[in-house]
């Protein structure tokens, strides 16, 4: 795929499949959050899994990032789930350091070049689970810098409107928003029933069908408590062999584009060249 885009400040990746009222939300607000913080030259890529097998929030991830990286050069990324929209205290500027924690425990705000060195996340990761805790290990891995978004001072102003949780009030969001969070002080959740900035919503989508596997998050830990457990050099050999660098962009689907927003179809089965290797068949191949 050409690389003869134009430069670009900032590429929202977005992973997605089957939730239409979320993306169309997503697509009608944040852009408009993001140029009211003075930034212009940015693009939304929406990376939409094909139908069929289990979704693959990493591989997603990597697809939207790699396309965007070749087609924009991007100086930095932000990964943002479909279901969270800033509100308020989220700023989408660039840093000198990479956050993890962005908006959502697995999302993250990211410069490119550490993407790129880092070899993106782990496409061994299926569903839902343990891939950003990898991807965290993987900057810290490699000497880039990285901070818990979370944890900044500036974050316990944040505002977000979470899609993905039930209908509550203010009062039982934020005793919601100190479980996940971990705080006091923390970012605060909304849920799509807030009378001020709320949406209506029909159903909501519901992740046990494709995304949340409570033995797939299992095997998901095991993956990552074993990279965590690999001598240094040995990880950074195992990070480099398996990410990024499995993803073949000529064997999209689709590409549209609309705007601001490009969308990019693929299929896991198309899109790798590979199988990733879990950390049995990397330390197999180094002993054979």
């Excluded at 693009?43 to 591989?59: K, M, S, W, Y």
């Excluded at 891939?131 to 500036?154: M, N």
Aim: aromatic fraction near 12%.
């Amino acid at each position: 795929m050409s690389s003869a885009g134009p430069d670009c400040d900032l590429v929202i990746v977005v992973p997605y499949r089957n939730r239409r009222r979320y993306l169309d939300i997503f697509v009608k607000r944040v852009p408009r959050y993001v140029e009211s913080q003075g930034i212009d030259n940015f693009r939304i890529c929406v990376a939409e899994q094909a139908p069929g097998d289990t979704f693959n929030l990493a591989l997603s991830r990597n697809v939207g990032a790699l396309y965007a990286i070749h087609a924009f050069r991007p100086k930095y990324l932000i990964f943002q789930d479909v279901d969270v929209i800033p509100i308020r205290g989220v700023d989408y500027r660039p840093e000198p350091t990479n956050l993890t924690w962005f908006l959502s425990a697995g999302s993250s705000k990211v410069r490119t070049d550490d993407f790129i060195t880092v070899n993106g996340y782990n496409p061994a990761f299926l569903g839902w689970g343990s891939e950003d805790s990898e991807f965290g290990l993987r900057l810290i891995s490699f000497g880039r810098p990285v901070a818990e978004w979370k944890r900044r001072p500036a974050s316990a102003d944040a505002m977000i409107l979470s899609l993905e949780h039930p209908a509550m009030s203010r009062e039982a969001a934020a005793s919601l928003s100190q479980s996940y969070w971990g705080g006091p002080p923390t970012p605060q959740f909304i849920t799509h029933n807030d009378p001020e900035f709320g949406v209506p919503l029909d159903h909501q989508y519901d992740k046990r069908v494709d995304f949340h596997n409570e033995e797939r998050r299992r095997k998901n830990l095991r993956l990552y408590e074993a990279a965590w457990q690999l001598p240094l050099g040995l990880r950074r050999n195992y990070f480099a062999s398996t990410g990024l660098n499995l993803v073949m962009l000529d064997r999209l689907l689709d590409v549209r584009e609309d705007g601001r927003i490009s969308h990019v179809a693929y299929d896991p089965r198309r899109v790798l060249e590979r199988n990733p290797l879990s950390i049995t068949e990397f330390n197999e191949r180094l002993a054979g």
